[in-house]
């Protein structure tokens, strides 16, 4: 997500995100979309999964649940824990991975 995202966060809201795990490309319920790093993609499915939900998590959003589906595709559910405020004491969209795109 970038800053200044235009969709008001409010606390409790949830947040759909679908990590393709072979690769490591994510994209959310909102249209953002990301991926991690290659070198961490080669480590699995798993270590996939597990840098987009701590990339979400250390930007406020509390993860509730995990459903693996497919062809390594895991669905993940998220609800706000909280809001980020930047220096100005504005709140920002908190960003959900390594690298993200506007959709």
């Avoid at 679908?18 to 961490?40: D, F, I, L, M, R």
């Avoid at 595709?73 to 959900?96: H, N, Q, S, V």
Wanted: proline letters at 3%.
């Amino acid at each position: 997500m970038q800053e200044g995202s235009d969709w008001t966060m409010k606390l409790g809201q949830r947040l759909e995100v679908e990590v393709y795990a072979h690769g490591g490309w994510w994209k959310n319920s909102k249209g953002q979309t990301g991926q991690v790093p290659a070198s961490e993609a080669r480590k699995g499915p798993l270590a996939t999964v597990a840098m987009v939900a701590n990339g979400f998590g250390m930007n406020g959003w509390g993860l509730t649940e995990v459903v693996s589906q497919e062809h390594s595709i895991y669905r993940l559910t998220f609800e706000l824990a909280y809001i980020m405020e930047d220096e100005d004491g504005e709140e920002r969209a908190p960003a959900g991975g390594v690298v993200t795109h506007s959709g």
